[in-house]
């Protein structure tokens, strides 16, 4: 549904993508992880036609994004980083526009925004304005415009920023419904438990480069079952192990006291790229 071959972006000496090659089958949730500038955002505005790429191809749905544009653009909808809602209308007016901008009918608009105002839990503020809503509801509010002309690709672009955890939460359950409908997803995200919590699959975006992608448990898997960790200094030093004897068997025979605790993405993230991806 999703395919990158060697895709490249620069900006005069800034080389934001060098390469990139990763393909999406129809209904995964493929995440994309990686530090600020790792080079997550551009890869979804070429992808969306909003930067132009300085080489390699893609495709969405088997349509090339820039030799057949139109037909790319049908197959995704978007959401981005910032919230960019219009303020000043109302939530039903939001979502009419987006439904006018892909020559929808006025009953086929006013039945799918009802059936999604439904499914993102927002058919009680229909008539509210924009800007009386909470970041919480801004964001389900953008995930439901991404879907009003039924694509069969969304692009979340760090979805959950900036929203506390029990809202994240109720994100990502609405992400897990949509999924389960058959939509493929793009999800570019720095927040570790997130990719873990959602991804079929996960790439390690580090300098604009993938690093590794796989399942959540195979990359864990590699990196080993339990870790240790212990301050050096200002910094945590971490030894992994596959197993929790080995790890136990380590700590007897230290002077210092270590925590024990079981591997997690970021662990092996930090492990591939030997950086730490919270910033
Ligand atoms: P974040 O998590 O902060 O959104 P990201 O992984 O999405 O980071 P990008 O926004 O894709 O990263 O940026 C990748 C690199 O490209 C960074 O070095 C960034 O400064 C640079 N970059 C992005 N957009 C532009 C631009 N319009 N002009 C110049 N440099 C840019």
Not at 232 to 248: L, P
């Amino acid at each position: 549904m999703i395919r990158i071959e060697n895709l490249k972006k620069s900006y005069k000496n800034i080389h934001a993508l060098k390469g990139v090659s990763f393909r999406v089958p129809p209904g995964e949730l493929f995440a994309y992880l990686g530090p600020n500038g790792a080079g997550k955002t551009t890869t979804i505005r070429i992808l969306s036609g909003l930067t132009r790429r300085s080489g390699g191809d893609a495709w969405l749905g088997g349509f090339h994004i820039e030799k057949e544009s139109l037909k790319a653009k049908k197959n995704f909808g978007m959401v981005m980083q910032s919230i960019n809602l219009d303020q000043e209308l109302t939530i039903f007016e939001n979502l009419d526009i987006h439904g006018r901008l892909f020559n929808m009918s006025s009953a086929k608009r006013r039945e799918k925004i009802d059936e999604l105002l439904a499914y993102v839990d927002l058919i009680d503020r229909k008539k509210s304005l924009v800007k009386q809503l909470s970041g919480g509801m801004k964001r389900r509010l953008m995930i439901a415009r991404a879907m009003v002309h039924s694509p069969r690709i969304l692009f979340l672009d760090e979805p959950t920023v900036g929203l506390d955890a029990e809202i994240r939460r109720r994100i990502w359950g609405l992400i897990k419904k949509i999924q389960n409908r058959g939509t493929t997803i793009l999800l570019t995200t720095h927040y570790i438990e997130e990719a873990e919590f959602l991804a079929d699959r996960v790439a390690f975006l580090d300098e604009g480069k993938i690093v590794v992608i796989d399942t959540p448990q195979k990359l864990m898997d590699q990196t080993g079952d339990w870790a240790i960790d212990r301050m050096d200094g200002d910094k945590i030093k971490t030894v992994y192990f596959k197993t929790r004897q080995k790890a136990d068997a380590f700590i007897a025979s230290q002077q210092e006291s270590y925590t024990l605790r079981r591997v997690n993405l970021e662990d092996s993230f930090l492990s591939f790229t030997g950086k730490k991806v919270l910033c």
